[in-house]
């Protein structure tokens, strides 16, 4: 397979994010604050409810006795204080101030650049999506994601600025190096490359659980930002060390639950 092929969903969805934000930026000036504003808390209702669902998927799945949304709560909780100490958030953040400086950015360069980097990482198709590309060269699923974010980066783009445009980037070193990564496995990982068979694995499930968790917290965000509340923000990034250590925890719980 070629190297083209494994990466090809990642370039789609590197190519409408810059498209949404490019039309986002073109006429998202043109309108009313208070339009963008309502443009901004309607797309967070629909983060809210597509963290929610993903986070449904808690119900599905348990170690022995121990439900699936407690292994995510423990899993964030750690997270979070893993995430701090590290200063995630901050180094986010530091990354958006540089990409400023480097190229002239203006007003909320940096809230647009990490507010989309997170949005557009923090989900099941970026895993799932990564992982089929990677295996089969098959581009479906990230090309539904790419439809997603496009529109996204439209909303957000009108909103921040061209800082949403630069979360290209993220995607295209966090998306091109799980489908990479993948291409190194054996067809059998995570039970197979099949997307349906990824979908009811437990590790799969509990990733995206506590994954929507996160993204209800993105979702809360951008509805504060449409509210002009910014101060009152999740510390999202600093959950992100969640997303590694629910399946981790899953599998510890599932030896002492045998």
Request: glycine share 16%; proline share 2%.
């Given at each position: ?7 090809s ?29 309502s443009?901004?808390?309607t ?25 699936g949304?407690?292994?995510a ?101 966090l998306?091109?190096?799980?489908s ?32 929507g968790?996160?993204i ?8 504060l ?11 999202v ?22």
């Amino acid at each position: 397979m070629s190297l083209f092929s494994q990466l090809s969903g990642t370039f789609v969805n590197v190519a409408t994010v810059l498209l949404g934000t490019l039309i986002g930026l073109t006429v998202g000036g043109r309108l009313p604050q208070r339009t963008q504003r309502s443009l901004l808390q309607t797309l967070s209702l629909v983060t809210l409810f597509i963290g929610l669902d993903m986070a449904g998927n808690l119900n599905k799945v348990s170690a022995g006795s121990i439900p699936g949304v407690i292994i995510a709560l423990i899993s964030l909780a750690a997270g979070v204080v893993i995430g701090e100490a590290l200063g995630i958030e901050e180094g986010l953040n530091r990354l958006g101030e540089t990409l400023k400086k480097r190229f002239k950015g203006e007003g909320r360069f940096t809230e647009g650049f990490v507010a989309a980097s997170l949005l557009f990482c923090v989900g099941p198709l970026t895993l799932v999506g990564g992982i089929q590309n990677g295996l089969t060269g098959d581009a479906s699923g990230y090309i539904l994601k790419s439809t997603l974010d496009g529109i996204a980066a439209l909303a957000l783009a009108g909103a921040y600025g061209i800082g949403v445009g630069f979360s290209a980037l993220t995607v295209l070193v966090l998306q091109g190096g799980i489908s990479l990564a993948a291409g190194f496995f054996a067809s059998g990982l995570l039970g197979g490359a099949d997307p349906e068979t990824l979908k009811t694995n437990a590790y799969v499930l509990v990733l995206t659980g506590a994954g929507g968790l996160s993204i209800v917290g993105i979702g809360w965000n951008l509805m504060l930002a449409g509210l002009g509340m910014e101060d009152k923000r999740v510390r999202v990034g600093s959950m992100l060390p969640a997303l590694a250590l629910a399946p981790l925890l899953l599998w510890v719980a599932g030896l002492f639950t045998k």
